[in-house]
């Protein structure tokens, strides 16, 4: 997996998360560490509709993700924008 899979959306639509491992676990949170979002894939692309679990619209800004799963944690930086 690499960035260019990941980041493929429009505002409208949310961020596609593509090229998941199977069974694997992604998680969003503030650039302060604090979680916002997590949910198990179960079929890619995952889709974030850009809401935290709570389903309330997140604030521009920088987040984090992990993507966890068997063969390790991939961790990175987006950007929303709105």
């Not at 429009?10 to 676990?25: E, H, K, R, V």
């Amino acid at each position: 997996m690499n960035d260019n899979d990941i980041f493929n959306g429009a505002p409208n639509s949310g961020i596609l998360f593509g090229n998941l491992p199977a069974d694997a676990q992604i998680e969003i949170y503030t650039i302060s560490g604090q979680k916002i979002f997590s949910q198990r894939v179960n079929e890619t692309p995952l889709r974030w509709n850009v809401k935290n679990n709570n389903n309330r619209d997140i604030a521009s800004g920088v987040y984090l993700y992990a993507v966890k799963s068997a063969s390790g944690v991939n961790i990175g930086k987006l950007a929303v924008i709105k």
